[in-house]
């Protein structure tokens, strides 16, 4: 299967811990997005990729959340000293500069600050 | 500021009748429009799209039509089937940013 990969699927945590989650996108997607999504809302975006270049941030990504694409390959986000409010679904999607603006979304990361 | 609105929570159809989903947008700047239908588990799976210089786009069951004047887009389902049942989300893009809206759930009655 070629589709966009997440990992972990769940995560729990304490406040205060760093966690770190992963996106594998489609391979010759060059485009990839981080969104967070809460009960009963849409996904919000936080920020996307070019190839490896960073070119959007969401005033929603604090200093504590950043993420990073070494190699326009697999994306990483981690959120440092992690707080109950950052409890949420976080959905990574990829697409092809190029193609249409459709969005492929992966299965996403649940995550659980205690 | 919700610059996507879709103002039904629910909805509840039966099988084989017409399903019609409504997303509003205040956003001008908006050119481009995505529906996704997201299952429980799941990551939002695309299911049609729609570019600002049209007014309407079909893909077998599935209908989108946009009112440019009226900032309004709805997807019609034809005819719906159990397995339409899910959460359906509109976004909205202007080129570099997604904006979604909070999502309607429709529930299809056999």
């Known amino acids: 299967d070629t589709g966009v990969s997440q990992d972990p699927r769940h995560k729990i945590t304490k406040r205060g811990q760093n966690v770190t989650f992963r996106c594998d996108p489609i391979?010759?997607?060059?485009?990839l997005y981080w969104y967070r999504q809460t009960l009963g809302q849409g996904p919000e975006f936080l920020t996307y990729?070019?190839?490896?270049?960073?070119?959007?941030k969401s005033r929603l990504l604090s200093d504590r959340f950043s993420a990073e694409r070494p190699k326009g390959s697999f994306s990483t986000l981690e959120i440092q000293r992690t707080e109950q409010g950052d409890s949420a679904m976080y959905l990574c999607?990829?697409?092809?500069?190029?193609?249409?603006?459709?969005?492929?979304f992966g299965p996403g990361t649940r995550l659980t600050v205690l | 500021d919700q610059q996507v609105k879709q103002n039904s929570p629910s909805l509840s159809v039966q099988e084989g009748r017409i399903s019609i989903l409504n997303c509003d947008y205040t956003?001008?700047?908006?050119?481009?429009f995505l529906w996704y239908k997201k299952y429980p588990a799941e990551g939002p799976t695309f299911l049609i799209s729609?570019?600002?210089?049209?007014d309407k786009n079909e893909d077998g069951r599935f209908t989108v039509f946009l009112n440019k004047s009226a900032k309004h887009l709805s997807l019609h389902i034809v005819p719906s089937q159990p397995g339409d049942s899910a959460v359906y989300f509109c976004?909205?893009?202007?080129?570099?940013?997604?904006?979604f809206g909070p999502g309607t759930r429709l529930s299809v009655l056999p």
């Open positions: 999607a990829s697409s092809f500069r190029g193609g249409g603006r459709e969005q492929f």
């Open positions: 391979s010759e997607h060059n485009r």
């Open positions: 990729f070019q190839n490896e270049a960073q070119l959007e």
């Open positions: 956003n001008s700047m908006f050119d481009y």
């Open positions: 729609i570019s600002s210089i049209k």
């Open positions: 976004a909205a893009s202007d080129g570099q940013n997604f904006v």
